[in-house]
């Protein structure tokens, strides 16, 4: 009886992780690709290094795997922004100069926002 308690586990160890892989796998979703780069208008490009300066550092841009915060990979394209609120223009700025939970907020000029918003448009 003790040497079927360690294959009984196992067992049940292998089955509740493949499980857990199906449900992750059959909620996944393709999200559609980014812009290319070489495609970005002059007010995406500026954007983009407010991005990687002000952002890139806890946001990863083309993926949605966390770093420090969540990544942003077609963040304008789906219906909720992690925190359940719509991704709207508005609510981008918001919680950028706001922050929000564990997010600081971030100063930008009226200029640099715009550029911004316009860049996380192309995620």
């Known amino acids: 009886m003790q040497m079927r308690?360690?294959?009984?586990?196992?067992?049940?160890?292998v089955l509740t992780l493949a499980t857990s892989l199906a449900v992750v796998v059959s909620g996944c979703r393709s999200l559609p690709p980014s812009?290319?780069?070489?495609?970005f208008t002059p007010e995406e490009a500026r954007g983009a290094l407010v991005y990687k300066a002000k952002c890139g550092k806890c946001h990863r841009p083309n993926d949605t795997r966390p770093l420090n915060g969540p990544?942003?990979?077609?963040?304008t394209k789906?219906?909720?922004m992690p925190s359940g609120a719509p991704p709207t223009d508005e609510r981008l700025a918001q919680v950028i100069i706001?922050?929000?939970s564990m997010m600081p907020g971030t100063?930008?000029?009226?200029s640099q926002?715009?550029?911004?918003?316009?860049?996380?448009h192309t995620l």
């Open 78 to 80: 789906v219906k909720a």
């Open 5 to 13: 308690t360690p294959l009984f586990a196992a067992s049940l160890c």
């Open 35 to 39: 812009k290319d780069a070489s495609l």
């Open 107 to 110: 100063q930008l000029t009226d």
């Open 113 to 120: 926002m715009s550029d911004l918003l316009a860049y996380l």
């Open 98 to 100: 706001s922050g929000r």
């Open 71 to 75: 990544g942003l990979q077609a963040l």
